[in-house]
């Protein structure tokens, strides 16, 4: 059972433009949700996070939106770089399970000149 | 530099043979994990431990074990038992075992069993 899912394995963006990156969970529990990126043969690297009791977070380039009403959480990416090409992985967990994260399948990100 | 260590970054193994992971934290973290990531599929929990001597089972811990007698260390064990144990292993820590801290990740151990 896949409690937090990415529905596109890919995603091709030019440089410059906005990616979009969607998530959706099924487990009411859930309330704190995270992104991280990953290049190849790398471990993963936390990117920006969210608590449900925001519906917004930004970093920089990077922000994170939560609908609850819909379970569903996305990253966008403003400007895209070349830099930005490589898997992103949202996560999940709930308090009171000591940070342990439920992660999805990925999506490949592919930003092009 | 603080980080996570994982060694080796490669690992082959015959069938039938145990083999441990290891995994080298720095920075201090109280918690440590292991997950493991298979070719389309999410990260998956193994086993996780929040303070030394104490350590938890996650979600696919059959056939795996692990020890944690340092705060720094958490060495995972792929025992003959496991029937799909060529993966790739990531080690992450964070800074307290309790909740809303986010996980900082090695660079991972790809093993191979043949």
């Known amino acids: 059972d896949q409690q937090v899912k990415q529905n596109s394995p890919s995603l091709s963006v030019q440089e410059g433009r906005i990616s979009i990156l969607n998530c959706d969970y099924t487990n009411s529990m859930f309330d704190y949700f995270l992104w991280y990126k990953k290049y190849p043969a790398e471990g993963p690297t936390f990117l920006i996070s969210i608590s449900s009791i925001k519906d917004k977070n930004e970093d920089g380039r990077f922000t994170v939106f939560l609908n609850k009403s819909a379970k569903h959480l996305s990253l966008h990416i403003v400007p895209s770089q070349p830099g930005d090409s490589a898997v992103y992985f949202c996560?999940?967990?709930?308090?009171?399970?000591?940070?342990?994260?439920?992660f999805g399948t990925g999506t490949r990100l592919q930003v092009t000149l | 530099d603080g980080g996570i260590t994982q060694s080796p970054k490669y690992l082959f193994r015959k069938e039938g043979q145990n083999v441990t992971l290891s995994c080298e934290q720095n920075l201090n973290h109280d918690a440590m994990y292991w997950y493991r990531q298979d070719p389309g599929q999410g990260l998956r929990l193994i086993y996780y431990?929040?303070?030394?001597?104490?350590?938890q089972k996650g979600d696919i811990a059959e056939g795996y074990s692990v020890s944690r007698e340092k705060k720094e260390s958490f060495p995972l064990t792929v025992t003959s038992a496991q029937k799909n144990p060529t993966a790739f292993y990531l080690c992450?820590?964070?800074?307290?075992?309790?909740?809303?801290?986010?996980?900082?990740f090695g660079n991972g151990t790809r093993l191979t069993v043949t």
């Open positions: 996560a999940a967990s709930s308090t009171g399970t000591a940070s342990k994260l439920t």
């Open positions: 992450a820590s964070s800074i307290q075992g309790g909740d809303n801290s986010p996980l900082h």
């Open positions: 431990s929040q303070i030394v001597n104490d350590f």
